[in-house]
């Protein structure tokens, strides 16, 4: 690997560390102003809400400027979004603008993969970067947890800046004044990416000429023969991943009688297991055998409704492991053959951007879905249930789409995972 793939890797880690960190004190901080339990679900598909509606404008900024630029701007959005809330704005709306900068971050965070490494060397790179952000995700919940627990957070709370009020009072506002300082050194790491050589695109004047233009991205994606089952499937993924974050949450509080602090451990066991899955596929997957996993789609989505079944956490533990192993290894061969697919269709910049459009489209729906649900009485029992027969269900659905392309259209697959084969091989 080049030597600015591991700045990359180190500015994400702590930038996606600070994010699920503050995910948790977030939730922590509307509980304890006693909001409704669906405000604390809702903060999932906040966070969602301008991928989806800025997603035809942040895959073409990604592209017009270097994107260690793009990254270090969009971790300063997060930073607003973090004093935002410490200022009183109302932690749904500060968490979006969190989530504004996350948007923006994510198309140059992979987009300048294809622009530092050659085709060979693209599923090893997203190995790495799911493995990091997948380790990230493991301290971050850990990290938040202990910051809104009562050790770390008393002694935050009792760090005095003489001559100056902070207005940090609670365990929630101290742990996110602290990862402030976490978001501040993600971004003085964008600042050391190298650039790539890549030539920027053209930003229009008038942003809303991108309309047509991310449309018609979106479209040629979805007809390509090996981009629409990738789309497909990494979208169904990361939807519900995105929702099992806080769904794993509030199972732990029903099922196990966890506070936030403890709960947030149990996320971090489903992340432990996605690492181990995204390494190992990282290292026995090629380019033109990302379809073969799909299977691991359906047995995942059988997995998450046996975890009604279990009400003791050593059978918890080993149990999530198994469940992020076969999540890991299912998603880092769709997203490396997806960003192949897409670079190549249209540029890197713009491929991400209407893959996070798709993905968080799908968090957004069924994020809101099961805020709607708890607030009419759902329980985390039912929703789980919910949300496994939907992952099997729907991945059942794309195997069988991929199996009439393969019937129908056998040629044209053929030489697309040919060409996904040689690009795998020489780069």
Known sequence: MKRGFYTIMTAQFFSSLADNALFVAAVELLRSRGAAEWQSAALVP?????YVVLAPFVGAFADAKPKGRVMFISNAIKVVGCLMMLGGVHPLVAYAVVGLGAAAYSPAKYGILTELLPPSQLVKANGWIEGLTIASIILGVLLGGQLVGPVLSSWLLAIDLPGV??????????????LVLVYAVAAW??????LTGATPRHLPSNPLTLLPDFWTCNTRLWRDRLGQISLA??????????????????????ALGYSTTQASGLVGVVAIGTAVGAVVASVRMKLDQATKVMPLGIAMGLLVILMNFIDNVWLAAPFLILLGGLGGFLVVPMNALLQHRGHNLMG???SIAVQNFNEQACILGLGFLYSFSTGMGLSAFAAITIFGVIVAGVMWLIKRWHAHNEVTHPHELARLLEFARRDDLHG
Not at 189 to 194: A, D, G, K, L, S
Not at 233 to 242: A, M, N, R
């Open 46 to 50: 906040m966070f969602a809400l301008f």
């Open 165 to 178: 009020n902070t207005g940090i009072d609670t365990r929630p506002e101290a742990a996110i004044a602290t």
């Open 189 to 194: 790491f964008n600042t050391r990416i190298p």
């Open 233 to 254: 499937t990494t979208t169904l993924f990361w939807g519900v991943s995105g929702n099992l974050r806080y769904i794993v949450l509030a199972w732990a509080a029903a």
């Open 348 to 350: 890197a910049g713009r």
